[in-house]
């Protein structure tokens, strides 16, 4: 039947369409087995077998024939949009969580024609994916299909008409970027980083908001997602345009700034291939006023403390490449670098010299010396110690009590057992010096 449907003409004639479309939906439509791990982790395309349809060979005979029939020089849409309906597109649409990736294929190219040949339920077809990302993002994080839908939504986004409306728009928005916070992103991200990019060169105003809502999804503690939040970063800045690059450089040079920083090599060396990409070197370069000062601290810091000496390298040639687009401004960079370290280290010198007096005044007042030992072993938040050891700060009390500046300190800390809170909400701020003047 495949082959004589392919080979011949004039044979689909218009009796045929009912009977072609309920033959597809008796074999087809089914309920699709329970998933055979619901709550297990998520499926690896390259450490897992999908399990796979024991009806295959039959049903790969009908989908083979159905879509013949669509790509058949006689297939008249006219006539089988009597039996081509919303009903049979959600019934089809149903089938995408199939598991096996064989009949997901076959869905793809059936939608993707139907798609094609249906003008009045294009629409229908977008929304009823909506709902099924709608879904996924929010209630189930499980669907097979994910991955296949993206493929065709990359295929009609390619053929939207300028200026988008704003359906796809809110598409772009509401749907295409929340999928990024998925768990399971790594199934279907380079089909999801090629919609998007393809929203991008239609839209370049659209750069903005997209960059935007990357960074407000950007993983925390996942490192493979945040090197394909990084990948799909670079295919972004690849078709920007230097106008829209000026909106987004700082935030986005900030968050740069972190993954260079990252402990986790394959972040930092992914970062750091941006320094090697020729168009996004030519936006820094007419942006380094800018972007230097952002990037300085977490290069020169990272140059001599990472753990990697890949990234070593890939630090000095960041360094080298900023050196020669603005000597001048490298200097100031690294005064400035200098002067930033130098005040911390002063900083860091002054309290320490505080906690030796704190410590040396609890030396000389035996009833509280054990606490402020303590205190300063492990350093703890000074209003957080003191709701610990109230004990010792009675005592404190008791040296201040005379001065006016520990008046109200003194009436809060003997109240101290009753409001804790309001005790480490007057100390909140007080630093090892500003307790020292006290005890002065």
């Given at each position: 039947?495949?082959?004589?449907?392919?080979?011949?003409?004039?044979?689909?004639?218009?009796?045929?369409?009912?009977?072609?479309?309920?033959?597809?939906?008796?074999?087809?439509?089914?309920?699709?087995?329970?998933?055979s791990n619901p709550t297990g982790a998520e499926f690896d395309p390259e450490e897992d077998e999908p399990t796979l349809e024991a009806a295959w060979p039959h049903l790969q005979l009908v989908?083979?024939?159905?879509?013949?029939?669509?790509?058949?020089?006689?297939?008249?849409?006219?006539?089988?949009?009597?039996?081509?309906?919303?009903?049979?597109?959600?019934?089809?649409?149903?089938?995408?969580?199939?598991?096996?990736?064989?009949?997901?294929?076959?869905?793809?190219?059936?939608?993707?024609?139907?798609?094609?040949?249906?003008?009045?339920?294009?629409?229908?077809?977008?929304?009823?994916?909506?709902?099924?990302?709608?879904?996924?993002?929010?209630?189930?994080?499980?669907?097979?299909?994910?991955?296949?839908?993206?493929?065709?939504?990359?295929?009609?986004?390619?053929?939207?008409?300028?200026?988008?409306?704003?359906?796809?728009?809110?598409?772009?928005?509401?749907?295409?970027?929340?999928?990024?916070?998925?768990?399971?992103?790594?199934?279907?991200?380079?089909?999801?980083?090629?919609?998007?990019?393809?929203?991008?060169?239609?839209?370049?105003?659209?750069?903005?908001?997209?960059?935007?809502?990357?960074?407000?999804?950007?993983?925390?503690?996942?490192?493979?997602?945040?090197?394909?939040?990084?990948?799909?970063?670079?295919?972004?800045?690849d078709v920007i345009e230097p106008s829209e690059f000026v909106k987004i450089m700082e935030p986005l040079f900030r968050q740069l700034a972190k993954c260079v920083s990252s402990p986790h090599?394959?972040?930092?060396?992914?970062?750091?291939?941006?320094?090697?990409?020729?168009?996004?070197?030519?936006?820094?370069?007419?942006?380094?006023?800018?972007?230097?000062?952002?990037?300085?601290?977490?290069?020169?810091?990272?140059?001599?403390?990472?753990?990697?000496?890949?990234?070593?390298?890939?630090?000095?040639?960041?360094?080298?490449?900023?050196?020669?687009?603005?000597?001048?401004?490298?200097?100031?960079?690294?005064?400035?670098?200098?002067?930033?370290?130098?005040?911390?280290?002063?900083?860091?010198?002054?309290?320490?010299?505080?906690?030796?007096?704190?410590?040396?005044?609890?030396?000389?007042?035996?009833?509280?010396?054990?606490?402020?030992?303590?205190?300063?072993?492990?350093?703890?938040?000074?209003?957080?110690?003191?709701?610990?050891?109230?004990?010792?700060?009675?005592?404190?009390?008791?040296?201040?009590?005379?001065?006016?500046?520990?008046?109200?300190?003194?009436?809060?800390?003997?109240?101290?057992?009753?409001?804790?809170?309001?005790?480490?909400?007057?100390?909140?701020?007080?630093?090892?010096?500003?307790?020292?003047?006290?005890?002065?």
């Amino acid at each position: 039947m495949v082959e004589y449907i392919t080979h011949n003409r004039n044979v689909i004639t218009e009796p045929i369409y009912p009977e072609v479309v309920h033959m597809f939906a008796v074999n087809m439509f089914r309920t699709l087995p329970p998933s055979s791990n619901p709550t297990g982790a998520e499926f690896d395309p390259e450490e897992d077998e999908p399990t796979l349809e024991a009806a295959w060979p039959h049903l790969q005979l009908v989908y083979e024939f159905f879509l013949r029939f669509l790509e058949s020089p006689d297939f008249q849409p006219n006539i089988a949009k009597k039996y081509i309906d919303q009903k049979f597109v959600l019934q089809l649409l149903e089938l995408f969580d199939s598991e096996d990736p064989r009949e997901r294929d076959f869905l793809k190219t059936t939608l993707h024609r139907i798609y094609g040949k249906f003008l009045g339920l294009r629409a229908y077809i977008r929304k009823q994916i909506n709902n099924i990302f709608y879904r996924f993002i929010y209630e189930t994080e499980h669907h097979n299909g994910i991955a296949e839908l993206l493929e065709i939504l990359g295929s009609i986004i390619n053929g939207f008409a300028l200026p988008l409306k704003e359906e796809h728009k809110i598409f772009l928005l509401k749907v295409l970027l929340p999928l990024h916070k998925v768990k399971s992103l790594s199934v279907y991200h380079p089909q999801l980083a090629y919609c998007v990019v393809q929203f991008l060169e239609k839209d370049s105003t659209l750069t903005e908001p997209v960059v935007m809502a990357l960074l407000k999804y950007w993983p925390k503690t996942h490192s493979p997602k945040e090197v394909m939040f990084l990948n799909e970063l670079e295919e972004i800045l690849d078709v920007i345009e230097p106008s829209e690059f000026v909106k987004i450089m700082e935030p986005l040079f900030r968050q740069l700034a972190k993954c260079v920083s990252s402990p986790h090599f394959q972040v930092a060396e992914r970062a750091l291939y941006y320094w090697n990409n020729e168009y996004i070197m030519s936006l820094i370069s007419d942006n380094a006023a800018k972007i230097l000062p952002i990037m300085f601290p977490s290069l020169y810091r990272n140059s001599k403390t990472h753990w990697n000496k890949t990234i070593h390298g890939l630090i000095y040639n960041a360094l080298k490449l900023f050196m020669e687009m603005n000597q001048k401004l490298f200097d100031d960079c690294t005064q400035q670098f200098k002067a930033e370290k130098l005040k911390e280290k002063l900083k860091m010198k002054e309290r320490e010299e505080a906690w030796v007096k704190i410590e040396n005044l609890a030396k000389a007042n035996p009833q509280s010396s054990e606490s402020f030992l303590e205190l300063k072993r492990r350093e703890f938040p000074l209003w957080h110690a003191v709701s610990c050891f109230s004990a010792a700060y009675k005592s404190i009390v008791e040296i201040a009590g005379s001065r006016g500046t520990g008046l109200k300190l003194r009436g809060s800390l003997l109240s101290a057992a009753p409001d804790r809170a309001r005790l480490r909400a007057e100390l909140a701020g007080l630093p090892p010096a500003g307790l020292l003047e006290l005890l002065s």
